[in-house]
């Protein structure tokens, strides 16, 4: 090829180089929670150290990103699909450090409100009517609440929808990070912890005793409305469902357990029944929102 022709040649035909999206929409959310924490933690006067640890958040992360963007390797894709759940458990402990004061009156008001239906409306009668085994089946979908994002990035891999991933991410951190947000405001206890011993299953087990140790020892005190669990798991839901519109099977069966983990926060008395619901309605209007935008 000639000079006169290669210069003719259009631009579109020539060979481009290939690269990873610069910035996905659940990076620049993931930025923009951690952004924030710093600045309540101004508000509430953090610890300077607590401030630094929180300041230094954002930078890392867009360098680490950054440098992903750049790259073409495969692997480095891969491992950009995956390493950013392990921040879904950051998030969450980093809101542990503005923890207060709770509101009694709002804690007793929720125990009667989860009595009239444990017990008014036999929602524990009927989760007991069978014996141990459904219990047992929703203290187990509980426990293994933070396997539900990978396991739903494994069924995007397995079944070839690898490009959805940016996607599925951006409803999980979207949904998941807005609860994580508001946590700080209304300050109020597990009712495993306000009130002790109080309306506990009837059948405890390993299934009860693992999650009630793992809690103690790795959850916040912070607050639990809205509940972060529940928007995990239902945020998790929504991507799938967002994700895989043309194969909606699998994401009604992540709803189905995202479903069982609030039943289970209820029953198990980790959380009140108004937690799981206001973080249903955040997460159910913040992914709409999303996949407006995202659509527009």
Not at 41 to 62: C, E, M, T
Not at 139 to 163: D, H, N, V
Request: one cysteine or more; charged letters at 10%; aromatic letters at 12%.
């Amino acid at each position: 090829m000639n000079r006169d022709s290669a210069l003719s040649t259009p631009l579109a035909a020539l060979p481009q180089r290939k690269s990873c999206t610069a910035w996905r929409g659940s990076e620049k959310i993931i930025i923009a929670y951690f952004s924030y924490l710093p600045c309540l933690g101004l508000v509430r006067r953090l610890s300077i150290g607590r401030l630094l640890a929180l300041a230094l958040i954002p930078p890392v992360l867009g360098w680490i990103w950054q440098a992903q963007s750049r790259s073409n390797r495969r692997a480095v894709g891969v491992a950009r699909d995956w390493w950013p759940l392990a921040l879904i458990l950051i998030g969450y402990w980093a809101v542990g450090w503005f923890a207060a004061p709770p509101h009694a009156a709002l804690q007793a008001a929720f125990l009667r409100w989860d009595r009239l239906l444990l017990y008014d409306a036999h929602v524990k009668a009927g989760i007991e009517s069978a014996g141990p085994v459904f219990p047992a089946v929703l203290e187990t979908i509980y426990l293994f609440l933070y396997a539900i994002p990978p396991f739903c990035l494994c069924i995007l891999y397995a079944c070839g929808e690898r490009s959805q991933v940016p996607r599925f991410l951006l409803f999980l951190f979207a949904g998941t990070f807005s609860v994580y947000a508001l946590l700080p405001y209304v300050p109020v206890l597990s009712p495993r912890v306000a009130f002790p011993g109080m309306d506990l299953p009837r059948y405890r087990q390993v299934t009860w005793e693992l999650p009630n140790w793992l809690i103690d020892c790795l959850d916040i005190s912070t607050s639990l409305l809205p509940s972060g669990h529940v928007a995990v798991a239902f945020s998790s839901a929504l991507g799938m469902l967002g994700a895989m519109p043309h194969q909606p099977s699998f994401g009604r069966c992540v709803l189905g357990l995202a479903v069982l983990v609030y039943v289970a926060t209820i029953y198990c008395r980790y959380h009140y029944a108004v937690d799981g619901l206001v973080s249903i309605v955040i997460v159910c209007a913040v992914c709409r929102l999303v996949s407006r935008i995202s659509h527009a």
